[in-house]
């Protein structure tokens, strides 16, 4: 029973990854076509589906990590998907003022290009059980570049769609309501900013810890 176990894990992982990574793989050839064909303001409107479907779908490594499926720690995953699910839905979507701005092609070439390699490499190491070492050196290097820009677009695409926040109180709950409470989704998302300043640098930190784990083992194997 075990044995099954295990090989319906490698195959629900396997295939959720190769999913996954279809759907960033759209998201950088519409991108990308689109760039070129018809410049950085109608990159939104290409990618918009298939960004919404790959970046949603990652809730689910969240789920993964909870019941122990993986072995990433929850503590170094949920607070990325949920920046990224903040910028996807509750910044690009809520508010399309900030669609056309130049930040929003270099956060999804960012993300994409990041995301292809990660889930190509697990998806590899899942249904084949090993990934190529190129894919490794990859998978634990490319973050050094894409990371930087992918957090500064994210940055700057949040203090873009500040004043939109603050004049459409979208979001927003005012007093006096039935549950006596009131929330606003402006200084939320200026909260959201000032965590970037410590967050960003700690998961910079983690990643380059990984990375020399992840290839110093390679080394040793």
Known sequence: MAGVGSALRRLYLSVYNWVVFFGWAQVLYYAVLT???SGHKAVYAAVEKPLQFAQTAAIMEILH????LVRSPVSATLPQIGSRLFL????LWSFPETQSHLLVTTLVISWS???I????????????????????????STFMLLYPTGISSEVGLI????PY?????????????????????????IL??????????????????????????AKAA
């Open 165 to 189: 926040m603050k004049a459409s109180e979208k979001y927003c709950l005012r007093m006096p309501n039935k549950w006596n409470f009131s929330y606003d989704y402006f200084y939320s998302s």
């Open 88 to 91: 996807t839905w509750g910044v």
């Open 65 to 68: 990590g909870l019941v122990g």
């Open 35 to 37: 760039l070129r064909e």
């Open 117 to 140: 390699i990660r889930y190509s490499f697990f998806g590899m190491k899942e249904a084949f059980g090993f990934a190529p070492s190129w894919l490794l050196w990859l998978r634990y």
């Open 192 to 217: 959201a900013l000032l965590i970037y300043v410590p967050g960003s640098p700690h998961m910079y930190r983690y990643m380059l810890s990984q990375r020399k784990k992840a290839l110093s083992k």
């Open 159 to 162: 203090y873009i769609a500040l």
């Open 113 to 115: 290009i990041t995301e």
